[in-house]
């Protein structure tokens, strides 16, 4: 549990330093925009960070990597979707979260990799029940 809160918290806390470092945005984001965008952070965000575990031999490499079957399921997402297409604000919010993963390395140790192993694994048991 205390792992879990940690992950959100680290994605929490890496959202509000990209808003921070970002200004004030341009453009005011509907519910479903700054939804897509918050699935991007968290569901992309996970995937960057096993993969970056992964890379840093914490965790056991993907094949294929955690963030290339998020990329499939998002596309397979995409092709289903009937209304608006959120896609944009999806790949908005993983690209921020990446940044952020990118220039906080040294944040993913052992432990925090552990961490981040178990919430993919929930995410991936997540996927296959649909």
């Known amino acids: ?8 918290a680290l994605a929490g806390l890496m959202s509000g330093i990209a808003a921070a470092g970002e200004g004030v ?21 996970t995937a960057s960070q096993y993969d970056l575990c992964a ?27 009937q209304g608006p297409d959120q896609s944009a ?10 940044r952020e993963i990118a220039d906080n390395e040294s944040f993913f140790t052992q432990d925090k990799c552990a961490a981040v192993g178990k919430e993919w694994a929930k995410m991936l048991a997540g996927m296959r029940k649909k």
């Open 1 to 8: 549990m205390k792992q879990t809160i940690a992950i959100v």
């Open 25 to 45: 945005m341009s453009v005011t984001l509907n519910t479903e925009q700054a939804q897509a965008r918050q699935f991007g952070i968290y569901f992309g965000g």
């Open 55 to 81: 890379k840093k031999g914490f965790l056991t490499r993907g094949n294929p990597s955690a963030e290339e079957t998020v990329k499939s399921l998002l596309e397979q997402t995409r092709a289903l979707n």
């Open 89 to 98: 604000y999806v790949q908005e919010g993983w690209d921020m979260i990446k």
